[in-house]
């Protein structure tokens, strides 16, 4: 008894060092595809692994329970309880083979079938021996589950597919789960020989397979009548599909063959592709589109469009993460932290007018000036020279040194002196990316965060606006006209938005937020050469709305708490009694070529300063008016500038005599 023992455990001992010299190599179905999956675990995008195959980890969680009936009842009836090899099943196909002079059906079991997967060798009496061996080793390392991952991975189904899942994508553009007894039987089918039985090619070779795992597994009792019966009846349908491509821009970040989660919304993001896809059809050929969506609770992203596809727009850049110039996106945050410092109140006057802030003339987008207004009505209207009074009064420098604590520096051009006024009007640089998450700042308490779109990452908040200045600008904004085109607001308004067009029609943007997401939306060419014609209004609203329908009915918008009592600020800027203006002549005057011309001013502070196209001409300081001469027809642009920078601007036209 001892001799038999010690010689067992000699036996026992051979194999497990045996097992540990040569271990199986499992380095294939190691390589898998990478795959990015939405919050719910659809698949948005995959990536092929070397040589362009499509090999994605499967697990039997990934696949009906009745594929795996079907599965288990064609090739290994007995898989549950086997060591690996399965004796009977040898021996029943040695008797055929004896009997029939040929291999009638083969011995081996789903085990041995992953050991040629994993080490392809030729078919020889050697092999099978082999075979034999990592069978067993096979199952002392996995679970009989583990195992069944293993082919399900690795299974081929035809040309550049392995594994159910790939199959199932490829071949009927759904996963495993929405698959039906008819489609499951042919997945089960296609492995025998799946160059033979492409369903594509040979769908009638594809249908008998098909049938014969439908007539084992009824038989079985894996499959009942009735429903064998109904798959019987389905032709074979099966056809390539494209793989999933879903939010390729945040999926190709993504390197090696992980499974990545995130906090994507599959169906969301496919209509978000088709609306973007939609959008650009109507843009000149070589512009483009990006587009973020956010949800307020948690900053996570639910949306992510980098561009849409296509050589001549540059479809392969992620244009969220471009640096592109926001134009007036960026005047919310201004106005809040202004309010926040006391610095301007909503109720703040200040005057819309020509004026000069220490050599720099801003001018409003459409060269007109509404006078006196609101500092509320100033944002609302997206009026510049207001704009230009608030940053000179909360500072330049604070408000950049405000954006870069809040994780979106402003990217400035080179200068000595450092930030200046133009940085109100969006003169520096930043990305889609960014300003939405500034934008979500204004749709609760005030606080921004990183947006993050990995599922189990958390964004972690940090101050930017009080909540009540958040407010603010939220009521502000939710009083924006509709673009062209779009319905008006119900009552009480759902979503609050600004748009901005930066210099030279090179940026087109609009920011929104509802009391439940925001929405960040860039148009423009990714060179950065102009799109003449398109603006904020125009361009990127309409698609931030169309965007916003994509979403439940967030209701109403929060309300707004009272920003906290405040010295009262009466005014910025020039009063409008004694404002700087042109008298003559008045802006688009049209005058005949050949004689001289009084320009006349009125009201601000001498002495004056006039000018021509920009250049000085000569003039008494002392008056309000001077003489002029135009030099032939054309246009002109006359300004008069005061001693206190105030600027009156008009334009003319001089015709021919």
């Known amino acids: 008894m001892r001799r038999a023992a010690r010689a067992l455990a000699l036996l026992v001992g051979g194999v497990v060092a045996l097992d540990r010299a040569l271990p199986p190599d499992l380095s294939r179905a190691q390589e898998v595809s990478a795959e990015v999956t939405d919050r719910d675990g659809a698949t948005l995008s995959v990536f092929p692994v070397a040589g362009g195959v499509w090999r994605l980890r499967t697990t039997i969680e990934d696949v009906p329970p009745a594929f ?23 021996a029943r196909a040695t008797a055929q083979a004896v009997v029939h002079g040929r291999v009638v059906s083969g011995g081996s079991t789903i085990t041995m079938q992953v050991v040629r997967l994993l ?13 034999f061996v990592r069978a067993v080793q096979l199952e002392a390392r996995f679970t009989k589950d583990e195992i069944l991952g293993l082919w399900l991975t ?17 071949l009927f553009g759904r996963p495993p789960m929405g698959l039906d007894p008819a489609e499951l039987a042919l997945l089960v089918a296609l492995p025998q020989r799946p160059s033979a039985l492409r369903p594509d090619r040979f769908p009638e070779r594809a249908a008998a397979a098909r049938d014969r795992v439908l007539e084992i597994a009824e038989a079985a009792g894996a499959l009942s009548p009735r429903a064998a019966a109904g798959a019987r009846a389905r032709p ?4 390539r599909h494209a793989m999933p491509r879903l939010a390729w821009h945040l999926a190709a970040r993504e390197a090696g063959g992980r499974r990545v989660a995130t906090t994507l919304e599959a169906p969301l993001q496919a209509a978000l592709e088709r609306l973007g896809a939609e959008t650009a059809a109507t843009l000149d050929e070589r512009a483009n589109l990006a587009v973020v969506v956010l949800r307020n609770a948690d900053r996570t992203i639910a949306a992510h469009l980098g561009a849409v596809p296509g050589e001549a727009r540059a479809g392969t850049l992620d244009l969220t993460r471009a640096v592109r110039s926001p134009g007036s996106a960026f005047k919310p945050f201004l106005y809040a932290l202004a309010f926040d410092a006391g610095a301007v109140r909503p109720e703040t006057r200040i005057a819309d007018l020509p004026r000069r802030f220490d050599g720099y003339a801003p001018e409003n987008f459409d060269r007109g000036f509404a006078g006196d207004v609101t500092a509320a009505e100033a944002l609302r209207l997206s009026l510049n020279l207001p704009a230009v009074a608030v940053a000179e009064t909360f500072g330049p420098l604070a408000f950049v040194a405000a954006l870069g604590r809040a994780g979106a520096p402003p990217r400035l051009p080179p200068a000595d002196a450092g930030p200046g006024l133009p940085v109100a009007l969006g003169g520096f640089g930043t990305t889609l990316q960014e300003a939405t998450a500034l ?35 939220r009521a502000i904004l939710a009083g924006s006209t509709p673009p062209p085109g779009m319905p008006p607001q119900p009552h009480p308004p759902r979503i609050a938005w600004k748009t901005g067009t930066s210099w030279g029609h090179r940026d087109a943007w609009a920011l929104g937020v509802s009391a439940t997401h925001t929405v960040g939306v860039w148009v423009g060419r990714p060179d950065g050469t102009p799109l003449p014609g398109r603006t904020g209004r125009e361009t990127a609203a309409p698609l931030m709305l169309r965007v916003f329908a994509l979403l439940p009915d967030p209701g109403p918008l929060p309300e707004a708490p009272p920003l906290p009592s405040a010295p009262a600020l009466a005014r910025l800027g020039p009063t409008s009694a004694d404002r700087l203006r042109l008298i003559f002549p008045p802006d688009g005057a049209a005058l005949a070529a050949g004689g001289v011309v009084t320009l006349r001013a009125a009201g601000g502070q001498r002495p004056l300063t006039w000018l021509v ?16 001469r135009p030099p032939g027809p054309g246009f002109y642009r006359i300004t008069v500038v005061d001693a206190e920078g105030a600027a009156a601007v008009a334009e003319l036209r001089v015709r021919s005599p």
């Open 613 to 628: 196209d920009g250049a000085p001409i000569a003039s008494v300081r002392h008056r309000r008016d001077t003489a002029w």
């Open 68 to 90: 795996v009936a079907m599965l288990l009842a064609r090739e290994d009836a007995r898989f549950r309880w086997h060591p690996g090899v399965d004796p009977l099943a040898l």
């Open 236 to 239: 074979v349908e099966a056809g």
């Open 439 to 473: 934008a979500a700042a204004l749709a609760d308490d005030g606080s921004v965060a990183t947006p993050v779109w990995r599922a189990g990452e958390t964004a972690v908040r940090q101050p930017f606006l009080s909540r009540a200045a958040a407010g603010a600008v």
């Open 119 to 131: 080490e392809p060798r030729p078919r020889t009496l050697v092999s099978k021996a082999v075979e």
């Open 154 to 170: 690795l299974a081929p189904f035809g040309g550049n597919l392995e594994g159910v899942r790939a199959a199932s994508l490829a």
